[in-house]
């Protein structure tokens, strides 16, 4: 029996194959849930539907998670079809690309306010209309975040911020929500490509750099998230909340670094 048969997830921010929601997708599909999805525009309707057929799910509705009167009606469809949830997955950011370049220094009020609304308000607004559905006996949110909350990024920037206050909002909604038993966790994930961090000038840079400097001497695959988001969401996780999960081939945990002549003259 797989470790989330009988639950039912909630997806939000599907784009395509590559998105990391599509890794957790595959995995919790894989562990025998029952999926549903939500993703941002029209534009994206036809990547997203054919995706969602491949896991059986049948609840795939558009919702700009900016809108309340649209998260409002995701969540009524959704009682149409479940009368309960086990799983919200928050797989949502955005930042203009004009803030993702340059100095953080340069950011402007309404690009900063779009990113928090986006990224990190977005975790919030779900919750509140999750919460009336988290029936089941081991409900869960998990979010993904990035080492840029802690650590700077070149062109991270207001993103970098936005990743920051989303950790804080994970330990302020487990710490409200624990006593009903709900747990809200994030990964936070090393770099993968996606139509996401393609908004991120220098990215491939930042790919070598953990390959080169990370413990594991790797980029992490879309699968180790879906992996890790199986955990979290399982019983096996049932006395974690609050808590960031890093999946990043250990590269947070990395201060200064040989460079790769003097290691490689350590081993020999
Ligand atoms: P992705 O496939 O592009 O997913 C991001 C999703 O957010 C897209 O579906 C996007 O839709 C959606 N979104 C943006 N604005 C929205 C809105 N107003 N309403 C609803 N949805 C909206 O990229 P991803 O890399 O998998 O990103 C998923 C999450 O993982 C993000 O939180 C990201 O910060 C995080 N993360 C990514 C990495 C990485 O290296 N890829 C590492 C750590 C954490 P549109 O395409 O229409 O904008």
Redesign the pocket.
Known sequence: MGLLEGRTALI?????E??????IAQAFAAEGATLAF????P??ERR?RPLAEQVGARFVEQ?????DA?LDALFARFREQHDRLDVLV?????ARREELAGRFVDTSRDGFQLAM???VY?LVALTQRALPLFTGPNPSVL??????ARRTYPNYNV?GVA?AA?EAAVRYLARDLGPQNIRVNA????????????G?RG?HW?LDQVEERAPLRRNIA?AD?GAAAVYLASDLARNVTGHTLYVDAGYHIVGAELGRAEREGEVR
């Not at 919702?63 to 809108?67: G, I, L, N, S, T």
């Open positions: 939000v921010g599907l784009a395509n590559r998105s990391l929601a599509w890794g939500s993703y941002a525009g534009a994206l997203v919702c700009d998670v900016q809108r649209e928050h797989a949502v950011a955005f609304d986006v990224s977005s979010t993904l975040t990035y080492d840029g993103m990743k989303l990964i936070s994930a090393g770099p993968v490509r996606t139509l996401a961090s393609s991120i990215f930042i879309q998230v």
